[in-house]
């Protein structure tokens, strides 16, 4: 890979870490499960910033901290099992389970009758209201 070094020079680095990425690959997956949409957004650039702090030795930053701190609050529902696929140099996750998951097969299949289609009828017609009322102007 090419990195930017802290003093701004380009340099060739080269760093084997399977498992690393074994690890961290699965819990990325156990996340996606169990964590909000909003928070894994937000999370993303929580790492960005954690991971750049961290790259500099500014651990004693209050952002750091702060970083942490969300970091440590938000991974307190990343438990369970990951199934993972190695191949070829990689790792995939091909199962997960966890008993904090966002997840429910009854209520996400197209066949429930735990949803009534007629409760979207609402969503539908206000989703993106902001955007036509702009287009008729």
Known sequence: MIEDRVLGLKARENYEHPAATVLL????????????R??????????????ELAY????NDPLYADLSAFVDESS?????????????????PVGRKSPDAIYDQEMVSFDSQ???????EG???YHGFQARFLAKR
């Open 76 to 92: 307190k529902r990343v438990n369970g099992v990951v199934k993972m696929k190695l191949h070829c140099g990689r790792a995939y």
């Open 56 to 59: 500099m030795g500014l651990v």
């Open 25 to 36: 690959t699965a819990h990325r997956d156990l996340e996606r499960l169990v964590l909000s």
């Open 123 to 125: 969503f539908s017609k």
């Open 38 to 51: 909003a928070e894994l957004r937000f999370k993303a650039a929580v790492d960005d910033a954690w991971s």
């Open 114 to 120: 735990t949803l009534s289609q007629r409760d979207s």
